[in-house]
């Protein structure tokens, strides 16, 4: 099956400073990316749709100048989260979406820790 | 409002007998897609099943079955013969068909959590 990798899968960082999350589509072009957040045992949130050559589109309440989306090409989406702050603590995953009709396939995720 | 509502934060059940997780959902688009995820203490997100709004029968994959009520707009999953392995977190999710084709809206989730 369709296969979407994230890197990296773990990451700390200082209060202050960028961190940059890949997700890549390893077996199929995908055209649309989607970029979640989720707390401990709660559910996950969407943050953005990102769209292959064009600007993501954010959900209401996200800052965009915050958390950064670039879908540069049709397997490799990342998100930037800028001079992060230990609020945006939190397990980032990136799901992919092949073609109309298809599954999401999601990525294992991303914990960040900002300490 | 809610639009995929999970009333059970957590559910209890001993191995090998079967469990249902609840899930409700609201909408008003006639095409829309509903979907099952579990979530282990890994956090990858794993597809257990899908029912599309117009589909006639239930879907079934394995020991995961979902049961479709929609005129009570519910889409319950019915998990037979638990597993230790089947411990995780649940998801109900629901795509809906037009502008927001592809995006999933997750309920709040399920702990479920299989006795020996």
């Known amino acids: 099956g369709a296969v979407v990798s994230q890197h990296p899968s773990r990451v700390i960082c200082k209060s202050g400073t960028s961190v940059k999350i890949e997700c890549r589509s390893l077996d199929f072009q995908a055209t649309t990316m989607f970029w979640y957040r989720q707390f401990p045992k709660q559910s996950l949130m969407l943050m953005a749709t990102?769209?292959?050559?064009?600007?993501?589109?954010?959900e209401q309440g996200v800052e965009k100048d915050k958390f950064l989306i670039n879908h540069a090409s049709l397997t490799l989406s990342t998100l930037t989260v800028t001079s992060a702050h230990p609020e945006d603590s939190s397990f980032y995953i990136c799901s992919a979406f092949r073609d109309r009709g298809d599954e999401q396939y999601f990525g294992p995720g991303t914990r960040l820790t900002v300490t | 409002a809610q639009k995929i509502t999970q009333t059970q934060p957590g559910m209890f059940v001993q191995e090998k007998e079967a469990v249902t997780l609840d899930c409700t959902y609201d909408t008003s688009d006639p095409s829309y897609g509903l979907f099952w995820y579990k979530q282990p203490s890994s956090g990858e997100m794993i597809f257990l099943i899908y029912q599309g709004s117009y589909d006639q029968q239930n879907a079934t994959e394995g020991r995961y079955s979902l049961n479709f009520q929609k005129a009570r707009k519910s889409a319950n999953l019915v998990i037979s013969a638990s597993q230790l392995g089947d411990s995780a977190m649940y998801f109900c999710?629901?795509?809906?068909?037009?502008?927001?084709?592809?995006?999933?809206?997750f309920g709040q989730g399920t702990i479920l959590t299989v006795h020996p």
């Open positions: 999710a629901m795509r809906e068909g037009g502008t927001s084709y592809g995006k999933l809206t």
């Open positions: 990102s769209n292959e050559g064009s600007k993501a589109t954010y």
